[in-house]
């Protein structure tokens, strides 16, 4: 029985990564095309595209942590890679809900307000605000990190050096991933 539940909760913990790296590659896309667009037509499909996603990041971060939870209580595993990667979780739910989710709320609030034609400059500023990207580069660096974790389960020093190795490379690529929208007036 018990061992029919620990697999249950690593079926759906693997199954809420899953959904965690789908919600990550949708906002990947939506945010570089929401920050190219140029008029209201354009702007569209990607916010309705976030929209969408709205559920799918919270209802993943939940299936991990209360999945991951079980199976560190059953397996008594309260181990460093454990502990780091439950506060790299909470992290990435403080940045996805905190910073980014607010941010688009007032991103989608402004955009019902307008009619067809080009956007204007404070919706252009919000979208080129680096606060978005560096948001998404510190979640998808603590996830990869995450997974390292998980797989290779090393201990404290190996844990922490994973999650700054993995910061270091998210805040760096950044430049070359993501560069300053022409449009904007800062
Ligand atoms: C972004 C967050 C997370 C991701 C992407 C993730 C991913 C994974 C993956 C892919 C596995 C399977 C590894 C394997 O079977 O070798 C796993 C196992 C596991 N995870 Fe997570 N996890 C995350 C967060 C957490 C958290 C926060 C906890 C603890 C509260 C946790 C606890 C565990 C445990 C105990 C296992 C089982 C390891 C084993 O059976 O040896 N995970 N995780």
């Known amino acids: 029985m018990t061992a029919n539940l620990y697999n249950l909760s690593l079926f759906l913990h693997v199954l809420g ?34 929209k ?31 502990m780091v990667s439950m506060v790299a979780l909470v992290a990435m739910a403080i940045l996805g809900g905190g910073v980014t989710g607010r941010r688009m709320e007032i991103i989608g609030r402004r955009f019902a307000e307008l009619r067809i034609g080009w956007l204007p400059t404070d919706v252009r500023n919000l979208l080129a605000n680096p606060i978005l990207p560096v948001s998404f580069q510190l ?21 922490l050096g994973a999650i700054a190795v993995a910061i270091g ?6 430049r070359a991933l993501w560069p300053v929208p022409a449009t904007t007036e800062m």
């Open 17 to 50: 990564a899953a959904g965690f790296f789908v919600a990550l590659s949708l906002e990947w896309t939506s945010l570089r095309r929401m920050r190219r667009a140029v008029d209201v037509e354009e702007l569209e499909p990607w916010v309705s595209t976030l």
């Open 52 to 82: 969408g996603l709205e559920r799918v990041g919270p209802t993943s971060t939940l299936m991990l942590l209360v999945t991951g939870v079980y199976m560190t209580v059953t397996l008594r595993a309260y181990l460093p890679w454990v």
């Open 139 to 159: 979640r998808a660096a603590l996830l990869l990190a995450v997974v390292f974790l998980m797989t290779t389960k090393p201990g404290l020093g190996g844990s």
């Open 169 to 174: 490379i998210g805040l760096v690529s950044m």
